[in-house]
């Protein structure tokens, strides 16, 4: 263990009553089943724990990494040498009022989805088979048919990294396809403000939800493990010559492998661990993607993950 001492280890363990884990195998956290061993994983339960670890954090110096289901990165096969901040479903209250639903970011964005339709309301059916926590989906501006979260969000709390606690309207937080401004400001997120609609019956919603979590069943591989869409679609490469998987499969990757991972068969903007695969073996297969398609189409396609480096920086892939 080298980024935190015994000594500091026990200071954190006893100050805050944090739970702490040593030498933990990112392939056990990580969607994709890839990485090394992080040095230590800490999970806050509430905002006041987090409060008081990143105050620690930023006192005492240390690299540190957010992360939440993991459904978005990609760990390095040499591990972390980080503080990782795990906001996991120990820290997912929730609660309604009217339209309007406080949540916090651990909550298990098909859950929410779930409640919500359950207390009437509607908004984010389209992320009901998303598999991620709330906090990472807000990040990414996440989705799908082409929606986003941010769409319904009417504020977003979070706490910087020298502990500040801190409030975005939604015009602030810049949300636009996949991105927002929580992408680069470092800042994590610790409750979330949506306003729903009560425009419909809980039959129709549930309906639709159903429809849609038939579809990915159908389009998309889940029983290897995967990060979901590897590629962002874009716009004019859409209206050009398709989505991403489409011309990933026309440009006759589909099925391409190296290593353990390997383009699912089944959908060609997925990448699977197929057995044991590493980090490296997906940089290699996403790069190779995106060189034959930039060639065949002229467009560079933009990589919807994010790649974790060592020292727990966070790099576009």
């Not at 979330?192 to 591989?221: A, H, N, Q, W, Y």
């Not at 383009?263 to 993607?289: C, G, P, Q, R, W």
């Not at 060189?291 to 467009?299: F, I």
Request: with cysteine; net charge neutral; charged share 20%.
């Amino acid at each position: 263990m080298n980024v935190i001492s015994k000594a500091k280890l026990q200071q954190i363990m006893a100050l805050y009553g944090l739970r702490v884990q040593v030498n933990v195998p990112l392939s056990e956290l990580s969607h994709w089943k890839v990485g090394g061993n992080a040095d230590v994983v800490v999970q806050p339960k509430n905002k006041y724990e987090l409060i008081q670890l990143r105050q620690w954090i930023h006192e005492n110096s240390l690299p540190s990494i957010v992360i939440g289901n993991t459904t978005n990165l990609l760990f390095a096969d040499e591990g972390l040498q980080a503080i990782v901040i795990k906001i996991d479903s120990n820290f997912s209250k929730m609660s309604v009022n009217d339209t309007e639903i406080i949540t916090e970011p651990g909550i298990w964005v098909p859950s929410l989805a779930r409640l919500a339709m359950q207390a009437g309301l509607s908004g984010i059916e389209h992320a009901c088979g998303i598999p991620g926590t709330l906090g990472g989906l807000v990040v990414m501006n996440g989705g799908s048919q082409r929606k986003g979260i941010g769409s319904v969000l009417s504020y977003v709390e979070t706490v910087d990294k020298e502990g500040n606690l801190k409030r975005y309207t939604n015009q602030q937080c810049e949300f636009a396809y996949r991105s927002s401004i929580f992408q680069e400001n470092d800042e994590v997120i610790t409750e979330v403000g949506m306003t729903l609609e009560r425009s419909r019956s809980k039959e129709s919603i549930r309906k639709e939800m159903l429809d849609i979590l038939s579809s990915r069943r159908k389009k998309f591989p889940r029983k290897q493990p995967n990060c979901g869409s590897v590629f962002v679609s874009n716009p004019d490469m859409y209206e050009e010559y398709g989505p991403p998987g489409k011309v990933i499969e026309e440009c006759g990757l589909k099925d391409l492998s190296k290593g353990g991972a390997q383009v699912s068969s089944l959908h060609a903007n997925f990448i699977i661990n197929n057995s044991n695969a590493k980090a490296e073996d997906i940089l290699y297969l996403i790069n190779t993607i995106r060189k034959k398609v930039h060639q065949m189409t002229g467009y560079k396609m933009v990589v919807e993950a994010k790649f974790v480096t060592q020292n727990g920086q966070i790099q576009e892939i």
